[in-house]
């Protein structure tokens, strides 16, 4: 595998958008054929060479290249989208659209990214060691297939309607999510290793969303059916199982209806009387600030 | 003896009454009374009439004060400013006539711009919406004439839409509607007890925020499946109440304003609200309506709609049409420091948009084309007045429900005054020329200086 490094040298004005920096636009290319491919800025049109420095060489296909960006990518857009095969390292942060459409090999991202990471995701790996924004492995707008295939982690937080009409595939955040988590989902796994706000598996057709955290509040449409012991990147947890969503359709395979599942980590005992005693100190400290505050506002 | 103009539009909201009557005086220059409208809408007639409006362009000085200037410097100084952008965002759209709308859309297209409209901080969730899960609606008439149970969801029209209830959708007597508000079911569902609500039969105050929770518990109720006790602070006895009505229903509609569709969940809401609907299909005729806010906002989305494909947030930049809310609307742009230059036409993003939004178009060279004084001519570089579409000047305009009508002219605006289409015009025509004079395809010369 050859490797090509991508330094950005100057931070773009408006955002920079460079979706042909991936395995597959820059294998088989010279060094020189590479800077002179377009990157966009608004209505302008420039080539690759004015913003990056292009050392090292591309394999002659996507799968025996290894492309590595470097700098400040937090104004660059299409990152690694629409790759097929090899491998892309992102050492910093990145904008929109990283490993958009993207349909095999792996892509490493060293900080956090913008929101539509990983829309319409087909297969490969999407690895992203800080936080992913809004619309992690969704659909893109008005198309009902979302991520089809291919494994998304994080390693820190995602924000709001990740895996946004899923359909396959697996995301794995190890922080917390935002609301809407799996809506209009209809296949793939959703596991959450942090906390969940609220709306997780609205409008659930099919697929799984696993919570090793808590929940703020529950959608009314999911049905509690029983515990069982699940096996969560290796390893196991006991879990509360749910059903639905029950206002949702759904299809049936030899007469049996096909729900949604959603499983919340059953807390310990001494977890429980944990949680409590926090809720118990949170509620006191409230009253405290409620009894406090009027007074301060008097002095004032 | 002053003479009365009757079948008047009034272009105040998407409700659009088409049945004013204005008394103008006997030269036909001013007006003298407003009968029929709303005190919305009689005041945007009668403030038209006022002595201190502004009727040349004014540029803004260093220190603040106003210049008045030339209607051909205001367009030398936009078509410049446009051509100049790399990423212009031109902004409103939804005060104006489709006509407009239409010159617009070939000015930002020139000039690579992104075209947004006031639907981006309003009811552009429910269009995200509508393109994911589809929409079975209806028009305002069939309502009058027919329907029998009303939900009004996160809206307020007895503030918002005054003369909704009385024209449309409560109190009217229709063909198949007879005893008017009598025969008619009203359901409201908000988290504050509005005047509207007061109304309702069956009024359903529920957590803020929770408005998701509460239309799948309502499609939960229509499957007979069992709910929790309470679901956004409501009982489940009152969700399958409100159920069995909406079922029973012969004819139905669901109305939905900006309580759902700019709280959490936002495009969410409207999904499940739509869905909803379409569950209620199962067993009665059940339809859905956004209650647009602005008089022509729905124009906008129609015009954008049918000239590229998406109705509003369209980005031209590129020479095709991309679309995706969350990136090129407004609010995104200006947070993420992604357009250079803003023009605003028909709306007041100054007064709507957050403050930091506001202040990254203060520092912009900026450009408002707007009849009134408002907080966006007052940070805008140029301010342009212009004559009030549906008062001083014609034009087509589309109702709530995407009805299109031909608004009327009353009066002749101020002597010397543009209308949006001749300004519009005449700097499509200036930008068309800076073009041919510029090589196709050549980086622009310099960032756009600020007058």
């Known amino acids: 595998m050859e490797t090509v490094t991508l330094t950005l040298k100057t931070t773009p004005t408006l955002m920079l958008e ?72 992102i050492e910093g942060n990145a904008d929109m659209y990283v490993g958009a459409w993207m349909s095999g090999g792996r892509l490493t991202v060293k900080g956090s990214v913008d929101d539509f990471a990983g829309t319409g995701m087909k297969g490969g790996e999407l690895l992203i060691e800080g936080n992913a924004g809004n619309y992690l492995g969704s659909a893109y707008r008005g198309d009902w297939r979302g991520m089809q295939g291919g494994l998304i982690r994080v390693k820190g937080n995602a924000g709001s309607d990740t895996g946004y009409f899923m359909n396959g595939g697996t995301i794995i955040v190890e922080g917390n999510v935002d609301v809407h988590v799996g809506t209009h989902a209809e296949g793939g796994t959703i596991v959450i290793k942090g906390n969940a706000k609220s709306r997780l598996g609205g409008q659930m057709v099919e697929g799984t969303i696993i919570l090793l955290g808590t929940v703020d509040v529950m959608m009314p449409g999911f049905k509690y059916v029983g515990d069982e012991e699940v096996d969560v990147d290796g390893q196991k947890f006991l879990m509360s199982a749910y059903i639905g969503d029950l206002g949702e359709r759904h299809r049936k395979r030899k007469g049996a209806t096909i729900y949604g599942r959603l499983l919340i980590r059953k807390p310990a005992p001494a977890d429980i009387a944990a949680s409590r005693e926090a809720r118990l100190a949170r509620a006191r400290e409230a009253k405290k600030a409620r009894f406090i505050a009027p007074e301060e506002t008097a002095s004032a | 003896m002053a003479k009365t103009v009757t079948d008047v539009i009034c272009p105040f909201c998407g409700t659009l009454c088409d049945d004013l009557e204005i008394q103008v005086s006997d030269d036909g220059t001013r007006i003298l009374e407003v009968y029929n409208a709303c005190a919305i809408g009689a005041e945007k007639f009668l403030h038209s009439q006022s002595k201190d409006r502004v009727t040349r362009p004014r540029m803004q000085q260093e220190d603040g004060s106003y210049k008045e200037v030339s209607y051909d410097e205001a367009i030398e100084y936009t078509a410049r400013m446009l051509v100049n952008a790399k990423k212009p965002l031109m902004y409103g759209w939804s005060s104006t006539s489709c006509e407009a709308q239409s010159i617009g859309h070939e000015i930002a297209e020139a000039v690579g711009g992104i075209v947004d409209n006031t639907a981006t901080v309003c009811h552009g969730s429910s269009l995200i919406a509508i393109q994911d899960v589809g929409i079975p609606s209806c028009t305002l008439g069939e309502i009058k004439n027919r329907a029998d149970v009303v939900v009004f969801w996160g809206c307020n029209p007895s503030h918002a839409h005054p003369r909704h209830l009385s024209r449309y959708s409560i109190f009217p007597r229709g063909f198949f509607t007879g005893k008017g508000h009598k025969g008619r079911k009203m359901i409201v569902v908000d988290p504050r007890n509005t005047d509207t609500m007061k109304m309702a039969d069956v009024g359903l105050q529920l957590e803020q925020g929770r408005d998701y929770e509460l239309l799948s518990a309502l499609r939960v109720a229509f499957r007979d499946e069992e709910l929790p006790d309470v679901v956004a602070g409501i009982r489940k006895e009152k969700i399958y109440e409100a159920a069995e009505i909406m079922k029973n229903a012969r004819f139905g509609v669901i109305f939905f304003g900006m309580g759902v569709t700019q709280s959490l969940g936002k495009n969410h809401n409207i999904d499940i609200a739509i869905m909803v609907t379409k569950d209620l299909n199962e067993f009665t005729k059940f339809s859905i309506i956004a209650m647009r806010g602005h008089y022509n906002v729905t124009g906008s989305g129609a015009v954008l709609g049918w000239q590229f494909g998406y109705p509003f947030a369209t980005d031209l930049s590129r020479g095709f049409a991309r679309y995706n809310p969350g990136e090129t609307t407004a609010n995104d742009l200006l947070r993420r420091d992604e357009c250079d230059a803003v023009f605003v036409l028909g709306s007041d993003p100054g007064a709507h948009f957050p403050i930091s939004s506001v202040k990254k178009i203060a520092r912009l060279p900026s450009v408002a084309v707007d009849p009134h004084i408002t907080p966006t001519t007052e940070i805008s570089k140029l301010h342009v007045p212009v004559a009030f579409v549906g008062v001083e000047v014609g034009g087509c305009c589309y109702r709530m429900d995407n009805v299109p009508i031909e608004s009327r002219k009353v009066v002749d605006p101020p002597e010397g005054m543009m209308t949006d289409t001749e300004f519009l015009t005449r700097v499509r025509d200036r930008v068309a020329e800076l073009k041919a004079q510029a090589p196709v395809g050549a980086p622009s010369a310099a960032e756009p200086q600020e007058a």
């Open chain 1, 18 to 89: 460079a979706e042909a920096i991936s395995p597959d636009g820059l294998a088989g290319k010279t060094p020189d054929q590479i800077r002179a491919l377009p990157v966009y800025m608004g209505r302008e049109t420039y080539t690759l060479g004015e913003y990056f420095d292009v050392s090292g060489s591309p394999g002659s296909t996507a799968a025996e290249t290894k492309v590595v960006v470097k700098g400040d990518l937090s104004r660059v857009k299409y990152l690694g989208s629409k790759m097929s095969a090899g491998e892309m390292v």
